[in-house]
């Protein structure tokens, strides 16, 4: 918009409050330049005054105002307008060229219908924080523009076992590398993932025998939040048999299980919500990402299965994969495109999971030779100690 055009409508009364704090100042700043030139001008005819008939001296002062406020108005005209084109048109190209996190229009309602207000980072996180880092829910997600591809991101973050919120907010720079998901998340579940570096330690029998005399020596009511190694990979179809194993315990709750991703990654740093964790609405279209959260699967009046896993897998990571903007600038470290190619050559095999269950129930499991490897990241007095938690889902 040039600055005649925002002028007009400042002098139709039709601007905004921004535009006409815009318009204001700049024309404030023209009267003063124009009023130093005129000062200047007047010092100098000064002298001419004995000189000259003050006829003549006041017609060229007169001219030489009209002059300088003509001066002076363009050259307000000129800076408001590069002011403008920065604002309206600079600054909007180049944030185009990076991560866009208010992008709307490819989400989904509940009710499967389009949803034209989902905004892309709130997809993007649900999806991250699902695949990436389990332990918390993503709600209230905000991204505030600041120009120039940066952002004020704001979210909340609720536990799955305390029901603890955690306020995220920070600057977000879409041209660079983020850490959002890693640096930030501050759940139970990655700070275990990182301790024990690798599935391979937590397979170390040893390992899991202390664990289980630790659970063992625990009161029969203690509820614990563990992450449990299967001796061999499962299927999703073997996954969900053994969480029907186990259904008939009260209070044992398998949550996320951990895929392996690849010969020479880390195995399990990618995984899937379970049926036991808690879940948002947001999902993009169920055509296109079907199961992508399980609001789907009600809605459709399907059950819990393993193809229900393995499809709400493989949609949530072929998601954020075809996103690569939004994993650069969000998540550290991962290549969800090269998981994606793997898990489809060889198939989704799951190495572990999170489980929240009472102590001896998972020394049962250990016994019955379920599980080969066990890490404890929480130890609480008793199921329901946690208010707002699991059980007030």
Not at 26 to 42: M, N, P, R
Not at 275 to 304: C, H, L, T, V
Not at 315 to 339: D, H, T, Y
């Amino acid at each position: 918009m040039t600055f005649r055009e925002l002028l007009e409508k400042y002098r139709a009364g039709q601007a905004s409050e921004e535009e006409r704090a815009l318009v204001e100042a700049e024309l404030e700043k023209s009267e003063a330049i124009a009023d130093y030139l005129a000062e200047q001008v007047e010092d100098e005819l000064g002298t001419a005054e004995t000189q000259a008939p003050a006829g003549e001296v006041r017609h060229i002062q007169k001219k030489m105002n009209r002059r300088l406020r003509r001066t002076a108005a363009w050259a307000a005209c000129i800076v408001l307008a590069v002011l403008l084109g920065v604002r309206f048109v600079a600054s909007p190209l180049v944030a185009s060229l990076y991560y866009q996190p208010n992008e709307k229009g490819f989400g989904t309602s509940i009710e499967g219908e389009p949803d034209t207000e989902c905004e892309a980072i709130a997809l993007d996180l649900t999806a991250l924080y699902s695949l990436t880092a389990p332990g918390n829910t993503v709600n209230s997600v905000t991204a505030r523009p600041e120009g120039f591809g940066r952002y004020i991101l704001t979210y909340e973050l609720r536990d799955w076992l305390t029901g603890e919120t955690d306020q995220i907010s920070g600057t977000l720079d879409a041209s660079q590398t983020g850490g959002w998901v890693r640096t930030f998340g501050s759940n139970f579940a990655l700070a275990t993932m990182e301790s024990i570096a690798d599935w391979g330690n937590l397979a170390d029998s040893s390992n899991g025998q202390a664990a289980a005399d630790y659970l063992a020596e625990l009161p029969p009511t203690s509820y614990v939040a563990a992450w449990l190694h299967f001796p061999e990979d499962l299927s999703t179809q073997e996954l969900f048999a053994l969480e029907e194993r186990y259904a008939w315990k009260e209070g044992f709750t398998f949550l996320w299980a951990g895929v392996r991703s690849g010969e020479e990654l880390l195995p399990g740093l990618v995984g899937f919500t379970m049926s036991g964790a808690p879940f948002n609405s947001i999902a993009p279209s169920w055509e296109d990402y079907p199961m992508f959260n399980w609001y789907q699967m009600r809605a459709e009046g399907k059950y819990y299965s393993g193809a229900a896993y393995a499809q709400h897998f493989l949609s949530m990571l072929s998601f954020i994969a075809g996103r690569p903007q939004a994993e650069n600038a969000l998540a550290w470290g991962q290549n969800f495109s090269a998981v994606l190619d793997y898990v489809e050559e060889h198939g989704v095999q799951v190495c572990g999971v999170l489980v929240y269950a009472e102590a001896p129930d998972l020394v049962q499991m250990w016994e019955r030779g379920d599980i080969d490897g066990i890490s404890i990241s929480t130890v609480l007095p008793y199921r329901y100690s946690a208010e707002g938690g699991q059980y007030s889902w």
